[in-house]
């Protein structure tokens, strides 16, 4: 299918560079000529001997060689290549390319070319989330150039998220499918279509922490469910077992925090080192968060019921034979979690909240977060088929100001002590509350 066809290989500095050797063998297999261009940086990773003994033609890296010049000018390696390739390429060549800089061969021949681009980029995730590439991706696309990738996956940085340099038959699928008059579909970048989301990597997380780093901070953890009473024998409730807050409360206590822990009815065994305050109802869970304050940190992990019964009766309600059911009126309880973060003087300097949805999880966590005003919203499905309430384990978003990730499905267990930790780093980095 690429019998004859002319690709120029642009390949700029980063590690993924070597993937470069397959890509130049897969593409000849099928019949391909393969040139490449080197910018400076990509001869840090790979090298031109390499290159050019698989593609069989002298590879091109010199703006002012005088020898390449006269041999083949820089248009030239353009003019006569049926397509250009930009693989791997750095947030470095991408923001040159944007801005029309003919700086090096590289960016020289991508400026002068009038055949079709295709650009497969490569490099850290937080990179390619970075409004600025986005931005410069962005207009790249809006020129007509084509992209390929980048992947989700582990990088050489030990970060885990989009970013990776597409496989060589990836790439080679896509140089296929243009020939074929089908240049793959360029996918608006994450970050301008919505949230972008980093995908943490189990090996991504955890990490040295110093000895109770917490100690002379002072926390509340609100766990477990509340309980709004009907009359003194019935009520309304949920599913919550505590398991997550307790978790929480327990992995802050041994990061040295003074952690008070107020919690609805549950029968998980209290944690190691905590104050209990044992509470029925959300106004008396409200009561006592106020009651722990101040506070250095506050984290929500209760799940509160949103109402309450107004006047629950104080005699049981007797069932008379032939008679309606009582209609119960529900009116709202008071939201403790934007309580405590609208607690003026004596707000929490961080404060946490959770977010249990069954859809939209991201979507609803990111609004929840500006509605009630907290610092992080830690966010976990609990559709039925996932067991969050009342298991063992829990995958969670952490929504903070400056993004979202999401992390792997982990122990409650871990999911505290990944928190903590998060809170530890947050104080170390002075605290810039929103901002972490
Ligand atoms: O207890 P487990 O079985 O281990 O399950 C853990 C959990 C699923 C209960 C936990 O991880 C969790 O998601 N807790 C929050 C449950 C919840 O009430 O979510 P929400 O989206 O309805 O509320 C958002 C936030 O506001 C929460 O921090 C909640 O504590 C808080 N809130 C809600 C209502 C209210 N009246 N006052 C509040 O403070």
Redesign the pocket.
Known sequence: MLTGKRILLILSGGIAAFKCHDLIRRLRERGASVRCVMTPAATKFVTALSLQALSEDKVYSDLFSLTDESEMGHIELSREADLLVVAPASANILARMAQGLADDLATTVLLATDKAVLVAPAMNVRMWLHPATQANVETLRARGVAFIGPNEGAMACNEYGPGRMSEPLEIVAAIEAYFMGRLPASEPPSLISGPSVIRMAPETMGGAIAHRPLVGRRAIV?????REAIDPVRYIS??????????IAGALAALGAEVTLVTGP?S?ADPAGVKIVRVDS?DD??AACRAALPADIAI???????WKVRNAAHGKLKKVPGAAPPALELV?????????SASGPQRPALV??????TENVVA??LA?RER?G?DW????D?SPATG????DR?T?HLVTISGVEAWPTLA?DAVAEELARRVVRHFDKGGAAAAS
């Open positions: 609100t766990s477990g469910p509340t949920n599913h919550s077992s505590g398991k997550q807050g307790h978790a549950v998980v959300a869970m409200l929500c992990a209760a799940a509160v019921a949103d709202p309880n008071p939201d403790i979690l934007a309580t405590l946490v909240g959770f977010a249990a949805e609803n966590a929840k009630k907290c919203i830690v966010a976990n609990v969050t309430f009342g298991g829990n969670v409650k």
